[in-house]
């Protein structure tokens, strides 16, 4: 997501600079878009045109890792709509693992924000 002004800043650095916003706005980029950067939206659009070029590019069979930061993920889970879904309204661990199996034009979710045996929440 390209944060436009806020690029480069923390949380409470945003909010120092702009009181007007939520508390809890850093959870949720569909309620504002940064000025100089792009909304929510536009990120489902990005994450869609990748994932097109993507699903072109790999032959039946064959397996694909995504290394991507939380909201890239939320878009594109979005955008794929797998079966088994539950609304996306939490915080992806660090070095959590997301599975969706892809077939054809069907998306189904395989495992959601898995981590390793033993490693602490």
């Known amino acids: 997501m390209r944060f ?4 480069g800043l923390d949380w409470p650095q945003i909010r120092e600079r702009y009181p007007h916003l939520p508390e809890a706005g850093w959870s949720n ?10 909304s929510f939206d536009e990120v489902h659009v990005r994450v869609a045109e990748a994932l097109v070029e993507i699903r072109e590019r790999i032959l039946p069979g064959q397996r694909a890792l995504f290394v991507t930061h ?3 993920l939320h878009s594109m889970i979005h955008v794929l709509r797998p079966n088994g879904v539950p ?5 992806f661990e660090t ?3 997301t599975r969706v199996q892809l077939d054809g034009d069907r998306a189904e979710l ?3 924000n898995e981590l390793a045996v033993g490693q602490p929440r």
């Open 70 to 72: 939380a909201g890239v």
């Open 110 to 112: 395989a495992s959601l």
């Open 4 to 7: 436009g002004a806020w690029e």
């Open 29 to 38: 980029p569909r309620e504002y878009t940064p000025a100089g950067g792009e």
């Open 95 to 97: 070095a959590s693992i």
């Open 87 to 91: 609304p996306l309204r939490f915080r």
